[in-house]
């Protein structure tokens, strides 16, 4: 029998919870009021695609806004989609699908780059046999325990590594790697960005490639995690190298870090290298992607989307 979804199961099956995030030993006051905002989320429950538009007008996070030149995007997260979202998703106009996906990976992706300046400015200003300055360090690969000792030219690689990516980026490869939030991986582990797992806790691909050996597609607690280890990917991992690089350039020439720009580095995330590269610039260019890095996070506290199922 042909299962039917209404817009509300396809709203809630992309909606369903929180998960919340924020870095617990940043001392300073910026730190301590996105903290505040992060805690104690207040509850909203959705049950159809109005209700969602409700919010989303509440906070003027709308086309409307949008087109007057509001870049101001509220603190919303979610924890998941299944196979309704996979399902239901069909029947939705194109640009309902579009604008569902982005609008709520939008504030990932803005959360997370919080998180990553947040750490910036620690590096920026620690002293070099800080503790907090080597727990970085050895997050980021750059020393291999904390008894290593830093110098300033390990600060300065250790700053072309701790450094935001452009939300357009992000949610470029967000929409192209998990189908729009359609893929198996998305729906079973939040994997929205295809990274692979070598340590055999990943999801099998239905076609192994053995000359790889025991590999799969990395899960996730959450989408917001799934964007953090996407963006920390990209920070660590020597195949993105030129990406830093180039990121490293733009900042020491004061020009814009843009998805467009950033995103010719990206040969190696796919094997279909230049191809792939001009898909992702040409999702950023056809959807305006590049007006949401002109985004920023409101002062709204986290908004906890509950699915009445």
């Not at 830093?150 to 300065?156: A, K, T, V």
């Amino acid at each position: 029998m042909k299962k039917h979804f209404s817009r509300t199961s396809i709203v809630l099956a992309l909606t369903s919870s929180l998960f919340v995030s924020a870095c617990s030993d940043a001392q300073n006051t910026a730190a301590s009021k996105s903290e505040q905002l992060m805690a104690q989320p207040i509850e909203v429950t959705i049950t159809s695609l109005d209700d969602l538009n409700a919010l989303f007008d509440k906070y003027q996070y709308n086309n409307e806004s949008w087109g007057k030149g509001n870049r101001e995007v509220p603190r919303i997260t979610f924890s998941g989609v299944d196979e309704r979202w996979a399902e239901g998703s069909k029947n939705l106009p194109v640009q309902t699908k579009k604008m569902l996906f982005f609008r709520l990976m939008a504030p990932l992706a803005l959360v997370a780059n919080e998180n990553i300046l947040r750490e910036r400015e620690i590096v920026k200003t620690s002293a070099l046999d800080a503790a907090k300055l080597k727990s970085i360090a050895l997050k980021y690969r750059i020393i291999e325990n904390e008894t290593a000792v830093l110098d300033e030219e390990m600060r300065i690689t250790l700053l072309t590594r701790v450094d935001i990516l452009p939300p357009s980026l992000t949610l470029a490869q967000a929409a192209e790697e998990s189908g729009w939030a359609t893929s198996r991986f998305a729906q079973e582990g939040n994997a929205f960005f295809g990274q692979w797992d070598f340590t055999g806790n990943g999801m099998k691909p239905q076609a192994q490639r053995k000359e790889l050996g025991n590999y799969g597609v990395a899960r996730f607690d959450s989408p917001l995690a799934s964007v953090e280890g996407y963006m920390f990917n990209i920070n660590t991992n020597k195949a993105y190298r030129k990406l830093r690089i180039l990121r490293t350039e733009l900042r020491a020439e004061n020009r814009a870090l843009t998805g467009h720009e950033l995103a010719g580095t990206l040969d190696k995330y796919s094997e279909r290298g230049q191809a792939y590269i001009d898909g992702l610039r040409s999702m950023i260019r056809y959807n305006k992607l590049e007006q949401v890095d002109q985004a920023y996070l409101s002062d709204n506290k986290l908004i906890h989307l509950i699915a009445d199922k």
